[in-house]
């Protein structure tokens, strides 16, 4: 039966459009319902809910702002340089946002494209292109903790820690995979229904809901098992 949707006033009150001025790579909204924005060239801005910019958090000459991700005080980001050629995740604060690097690669045609980073009370997954590796570490102190081998992927996307796991979604192989965080090299589930899975996001309940680069499709998954679920936008959940 269908029903409409709850009303949410940090949804629908403050539904609106700004301009960025340049390509905007990442969005997200963090635990003090603000708005964190990486623009291309213009940097990394944290926004109120009316989208207005309080405060610019990173900014530089001959860079390219790829993903930022924030947990309370703590901040990952993405950068990649023109003059070195190189791709470069800082982890720090948002006083002090390139207080660690965490990885330095090489910035080559191949690699191009955006990766997105997640972050938790308890760790950071980022994502090494070459080797095709998960490399986790300490969002206490950004230490590196482990690795974990995507042993069937190829152009892995985006990741997103939950409670017990890692979830990563790969646009070229079509496939997203839950990942349990241990050093092991083989996935809880693999989900294939979706074309270019790209974004992927966990809600309260833990329903995982992940979106096509390719399709305007949003599929809705069990966290426990990885299948389709009978949901669907605007329908009951129950």
Request: glycine content about 6%.
């Amino acid at each position: 039966m269908s029903m409409k949707l709850e009303y949410t006033p940090t949804a629908i009150d403050h539904v609106k459009s700004v301009t960025t001025k340049d390509r905007c790579y990442a969005v997200s909204w963090t635990e003090d319902n603000q708005v964190l924005t990486v623009t291309r060239k213009k940097g990394i801005d944290l926004r109120d809910a009316d989208l207005e910019v309080t405060r610019n958090i990173m900014k530089g000459d001959n860079v390219i702002f790829w993903s930022a991700r924030l947990f309370g005080s703590k901040l990952v980001s993405i950068v990649s340089s023109d003059v070195e050629e190189s791709y470069t995740t800082y982890f720090g604060s948002l006083g002090n946002p390139t207080q660690t690097v965490l990885h330095t690669e090489g910035n080559d045609d191949e690699l191009a494209y955006i990766r997105h980073p997640s972050i938790n009370k308890h760790y950071i997954v980022h994502i090494e292109m070459i080797s095709n590796t998960l490399k986790v570490f300490s969002s206490a102190n950004g230490r590196h903790l482990f690795d974990i081998k995507l042993r069937r992927s190829r152009e892995p996307f985006c990741t997103l820690i939950t409670d017990d796991a890692v979830l990563v979604t790969d646009v070229d192989k079509g496939k997203t995979w839950k990942y349990e965080l241990t050093p092991s090299q083989d996935p809880v589930w693999t989900y294939k229904g979706l074309c270019g899975p790209s974004g992927i996001a966990v809600d309260e309940s833990g329903l995982i809901y992940l979106a096509s680069s390719l399709m305007p499709t949003v599929h809705i998954l069990c966290p426990d098992t990885g299948e389709l679920t009978n949901y669907s936008y605007g329908s009951a959940h129950g």
